[in-house]
């Protein structure tokens, strides 16, 4: 058995009008990520991280944005997708570690259930997904809150 780490990053800008769908919930907020899918940034980093991890390209090559498919997609279905790919080169999900950097709101009280989603999404327990949250001190356009932002790792063991 061999361990592989993978790492993924996103950032979407922040638009009145939009939901703010971080981790596979919807959080309470005036604004939210533009994008072509619902801009989740917690499940594109993910999905990079594990694709990384396992070689297999990154979110874009899987579902491009041109795509019109893809067009206000709930980005869950990326880490669904992500999780077949890795079942089928026997890749199985160790541990994936989570930074999102927002300015507001507070995202701690909202992790429980995210990390309910998307541990459901990646067929995985909770304890394996831990989330952390950051504000950028009010620097550059996070720190302003017209950006958003997710940094991800993803551990996974390989089973040949
Ligand atoms: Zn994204």
Redesign the pocket.
């Known amino acids: 058995m061999s361990f592989r780490c993978g790492i993924g990053y ?3 800008r922040l638009a009145e009008g939009r939901k703010l769908i971080i981790g596979g919930i919807e959080v309470p907020f005036d604004k939210g ?1 533009v ?1 072509h ?1 619902d ?3 917690v499940a ?2 993910l999905c990079d991280a594990l694709l990384g991890a396992a070689g297999l390209g990154d ?1 874009g090559t899987h579902f491009p944005d041109s795509d019109p498919k893809w067009k206000g997609a709930n ?1 869950l279905l990326f880490l669904e997708h992500a999780r077949k790919l890795l079942d089928e080169k026997q890749f199985r999900i160790a541990h994936m570690d989570v930074v999102v950097i927002l300015e507001r709101p507070k995202l701690g009280p909202h992790f429980p259930k995210m990390r309910a989603a998307l541990a459901k999404s990646l067929g995985v327990a909770t304890d394996k997904i831990h989330l952390k949250a950051k504000t950028n001190e009010g620097v550059d356009a996070v720190g302003r809150g017209e950006a958003i932002a997710c940094h991800a790792v993803a551990t996974v063991s390989q089973h040949l």
């Open positions: 996103d950032l979407h990520p994008g899918s801009g989740d940034v594109h980093a979110i980005s």
